[in-house]
């Protein structure tokens, strides 16, 4: 390519798009989606979204950035990966949405009333605790994350399933006091915060 080309390339691609290149996982495919569709027409969660994954890569190239980052979108992927293996260029479009909400909460504009951003953060927080998911204190949470009326209502509502799981020896009270935890819970959190420490150092938040 010839030094006016890659001028010429520079100019159109705008920073918006070069942001999301630089500080997100896998953020250099987003210029090569062909606006076919595939990836929305295959989400079981299509009908939901604010915009699907084709319409997201468009903004970022457009340089809606408020309008991507502040998105409700990116948290709805379940990772169910029926995008990337119909997807004809093949685009890892699950990686790269997880890596639009990771940069958006780093960021500290991810939109916190969002019922799947919620479930992420309960359940990182219940694994890192101890290594290990407590199942009982996370579907706790889970029933009260909108409030206590709220947990009431659907804590009377699964009691059924709750006492049928407990006879079955598939939930256990004791989880309430501890439950399960992995080995090295010390060693894991020193990782978890050196993988926190270097990222920050890797890739600076942009504005900041």
């Not at 940069?103 to 694994?127: E, M, V």
């Not at 989880?175 to 959190?189: F, V």
């Not at 990782?191 to 150092?201: G, H, M, Q, R, S």
Request: net charge positive; hydrophobic share 35%; aromatic share 6%.
């Amino acid at each position: 390519m010839t030094d006016a080309n890659q001028q010429m390339v520079e100019q159109y691609r705008n920073s918006f798009l070069r942001e999301v290149e630089e500080n997100v996982e896998e953020g250099e495919w987003v210029k090569m989606c062909m606006q076919c569709g595939v990836c929305s027409g295959s989400c079981p969660l299509g009908p939901y979204w604010d915009h699907p994954p084709q319409e997201i890569f468009m903004m970022i190239r457009a340089g809606k950035r408020d309008e991507v980052l502040q998105s409700t979108s990116m948290w709805m992927c379940t990772s169910c990966y029926n995008c990337i293996v119909r997807c004809p260029r093949e685009l890892p479009i699950t990686h790269i949405m997880h890596g639009l909400a990771h940069y958006a909460k780093r960021l500290g504009i991810a939109p916190k009333n969002q019922p799947t951003h919620k479930f992420s953060q309960l359940f990182w927080d219940n694994l890192t605790k101890t290594g290990r998911v407590n199942e009982l204190k996370l579907g706790l949470s889970l029933y009260f994350m909108n409030g206590i009326g709220e947990g009431i209502k659907t804590s009377l509502k699964m009691q059924k399933i709750g006492l049928g799981m407990l006879m079955t020896k598939r939930l256990s009270p004791m989880e309430l006091i501890g439950g399960h935890k992995c080995k090295d819970a010390k060693g894991l959190h020193a990782i978890l915060e050196k993988a926190e420490e270097l990222e920050a150092a890797r890739i600076p938040v942009a504005g900041k």
